[in-house]
């Protein structure tokens, strides 16, 4: 098995991010990091060698990259292009959220079509991995989840296009939802989340991958799969019934961003499955891709019954 490399970043002032800068400082206590010559935004990268020879490189910044994804960019391409992963640790708030989560999710503004490229196994990696260590710790009051695929920097007014232009496979890692910042201060979960992270490369055997169209912001079945050991699948991206409808999936250029999506997965996806109660024109589409690709198409109460997967 190759080496790989491992990229993330944490915004490093707790005024613009309540989580991340905690967060890295759980990672220098627990690991043994050490400096490298690389310099962004006035701190020195800092680096962790697993015992198999994985790097993982640690990155402070003076903003979360994806509100300034503009500047940040350049020094993604500069000075981290060649990685195997990358990920954002960041916060997650949300008015109808649940509270007390571990979360993570794949990169894309859905309503343009625009998708960050996504690793489904390094996704099932992290979430079994904050699972696993969650449950070593008795962190029962969190839930473990994954979460539709999105992007904040639009919110921030940054262009969606440029999601595009950095090509190593990224997730945000989040600690979440309450705004009253209970849970973004809970000790076990900033070192829970800290640990899982150079997990990320565990395992390297095979998985299916699936492509989830509709549903809610938080789809508990699809968070479930992931965490199912008895079957090695995972998710390539989720795209949530609010924002399909918004971006008019159900059009001809809404094939097309069907596709661009499934571009965007590293591998190939061994099928599609849809959320039981999106509208009949979603479901044509998802049906039509599913003739395209000679994947098969099912409804999401499947989950429920992995070994009845039509993927095997």
């Known amino acids: 098995m190759n080496n790989k490399k491992a990229v993330f970043f944490f915004c490093n002032s707790l005024d613009k991010d309540?989580?991340?800068?905690?967060?890295?400082n759980c990672c220098e206590?627990?690991?043994?990091?050490?400096?490298?010559?690389?310099?962004?935004?006035?701190n020195f990268v800092l680096e962790f060698i697993d015992k198999n020879n994985n790097l993982f490189q640690f990155v402070k910044t003076e903003n979360v990259i994806s509100h300034d994804y503009k500047y940040y960019l350049p020094i993604?391409?500069?000075?981290?292009?060649?990685?195997?992963?990358a990920g954002v640790v960041n916060w997650h708030e949300g008015e109808n959220a649940p509270e007390n989560i571990l979360t993570a999710h794949t990169i894309g503004d859905v309503p343009t079509g625009e998708f960050g490229n996504s690793n489904p196994k390094y996704f099932r990696n992290l979430i079994n991995a904050i699972e696993d260590i969650k449950n070593e710790n008795s962190l029962d009051e969190f839930t473990t989840l994954t979460e539709a695929t999105h992007?904040?920097?639009?919110?921030?007014?940054?262009?969606?296009?440029?999601i595009t232009e950095y090509s190593v496979p990224m997730l945000d890692i989040e600690i979440g939802s309450n705004s009253n910042s209970n849970s973004f201060n809970n000790k076990t979960a900033i070192q829970v989340l800290s640990k899982s992270l150079i997990r990320v490369f565990d395992s390297d055997e095979p998985i299916k991958t699936l492509l989830c169209v509709g549903g809610v912001h938080f789809e508990n079945s699809f968070s479930d799969i992931i965490k199912n050991g008895e079957y090695n699948i995972s998710i390539g991206h989720v795209l949530p019934n609010q924002w399909i409808v918004s971006g008019m999936y159900d059009n001809e250029d809404g094939f097309e961003?069907?596709?661009?999506?499934?571009d965007s997965i590293d591998g190939e996806i061994d099928g599609?499955?849809?959320h039981d109660k999106l509208k009949g024109?979603?479901?044509?589409?998802?049906?039509?891709?599913?003739?395209?690709?000679?994947?098969?198409?099912?409804?999401h109460k499947i989950l429920k019954n992995p070994k009845d997967l039509p993927i095997w």
């Open 18 to 24: 309540p989580v991340a800068k905690n967060v890295i």
């Open 29 to 42: 206590e627990v690991m043994d990091l050490k400096q490298t010559d690389i310099i962004v935004d006035d």
């Open 76 to 85: 993604l391409n500069k000075y981290f292009k060649d990685f195997d992963f």
């Open 151 to 162: 992007w904040s920097g639009t919110t921030y007014g940054e262009v969606a296009k440029l």
């Open 257 to 262: 961003k069907l596709e661009k999506c499934v």
């Open 272 to 274: 599609i499955v849809f």
């Open 281 to 299: 024109t979603y479901k044509e589409q998802c049906r039509k891709l599913g003739e395209k690709l000679k994947v098969p198409v099912f409804k």
